[in-house]
């Protein structure tokens, strides 16, 4: 390892089990195999739906014996099943994220975010997995679009299966993010391919803000989560804020000079809001507000219905807050200047994303 990525301290926990990650080759689901792999699992299975993107996965491990990548997908739970079976964990990631795909597509929308989540659900209860943890969006909360609406109801799904857990079924949580930069579809890709083509960088709306994350600390939330889990929640990152503007602005400064352009030749276009877009990123909502407790790193939204069958604990080590007082969104947080920016991007290759 490279000084600036220091091996992660033993995780006991993760010995000896074995992992399943449904969305292999997708943009989380590759982080989160990367970031599992070093945790020492015996056994990790990668499922995936995109057969060519499956096999380079595969040459990239194919010196790595614990790891076994297979296509599948999440609409057929058998198959799911077949392959789930002598898993202890299992990562959900599989989903449609694209907004105007799923708009498109509505019927394929719900097969594949709602419908394969339940199938993951039913998976799980058969093969006697350990826990189950479900990957999430900000566009879940007062959703606006069918993808956001759908992963709404994921999150319910996983929520009512804990709520319904007997002794020895599997724990379920969900974890939900803000903006992944560099992620398939993010803004930060489609500006570099702006500012590579000497532009112009089009802003839907200059006052428009969001919560940003690294795709490392996107996934170190999904594992974080697996083991703070006490059943049914949802756990929120804590993540800086900034205006869009100024990610414009500090991408153009950085990015510019190296296709040896002058940064101030680069033009900024307004283009207007898309159907369904926000103004600003929502990660906890007024309702959510009155049954989430805060710890050092994360918000962690409680279930709205007791468990059925049990009694939860939901104490966690590191509670900072037993409430939140105000809803969590991207118009309500400091934002960071563009020098604090420039310093968050430096985590983020950006030079590779034209």
């Given at each position: 390892m490279s000084p600036g990525n220091p091996e992660p301290p033993v995780d006991t926990r993760w010995l000896g089990k074995s992992v399943l990650v449904t969305g292999a080759c997708g943009t989380v689901g590759r982080e989160l195999l990367r970031q599992v792999v070093r945790l020492g699992p015996r056994r990790i299975v990668g499922l995936d739906n995109n057969e060519t993107e499956l096999f380079f996965l595969g040459e990239e491990y194919a010196a790595n014996p614990g790891v076994h990548l297979f296509l599948c997908?999440?609409?057929?739970r058998d198959g799911l099943t077949a392959k789930m079976a002598?898993?202890?964990?299992?990562?959900?990631?599989a989903a449609l994220k694209h907004v105007l795909q799923c708009e498109r597509s509505p019927r394929d929308a719900l097969q594949t975010n709602v419908v394969g989540t339940q199938n993951v659900i039913d998976a799980a209860h058969a093969c006697r997995v350990s826990r189950v943890v479900f990957t999430s969006s900000d566009k879940a909360v007062n959703p606006t679009n069918v993808m956001g609406t759908s992963k709404l109801m994921c999150e319910r799904l996983i929520t009512a299966a804990n709520a319904h857990r007997r002794a020895g079924?599997?724990?379920f949580a969900s974890t939900r993010f803000g903006n992944v930069l560099?992620?398939?579809g993010s803004v930060v890709p489609l500006f570099a391919r702006q500012i590579a083509a000497g532009g112009p960088v089009t802003l839907t709306d200059p006052a428009m803000t969001r919560f940003i994350m690294t795709l490392q600390e996107a996934a170190a939330l999904v594992v974080e989560s697996v083991h703070a889990a006490r059943g049914g929640e949802v756990f929120v990152m804590k993540m800086p804020a900034v205006g869009i503007e100024d990610l414009a602005h500090v991408m153009i400064r950085r990015l510019a000079p190296r296709r040896g352009m002058d940064p101030r030749a680069v033009e900024l276009r307004t283009v207007g809001m898309k159907p369904g877009e926000k103004l600003y990123e929502?990660?906890?909502s007024d309702e959510e507000v009155r049954r989430t407790?805060?710890?050092r790193r994360f918000f962690i939204v409680l279930p709205a219905f007791k468990s059925l069958y049990e009694e939860i604990d939901y104490d966690y080590a590191d509670i900072v807050a037993a409430r939140v007082e105000r809803a969590y969104n991207s118009s309500l947080v400091p934002l960071l200047d563009r020098g604090q920016l420039e310093r968050f991007l430096e985590q983020v290759p950006l030079e590779e994303m034209n």
């Open positions: 997908d999440v609409r057929d002598g898993a202890d964990i299992v990562l959900h990631t079924d599997p724990i560099g992620s398939r929502e990660l906890l407790v805060e710890t």
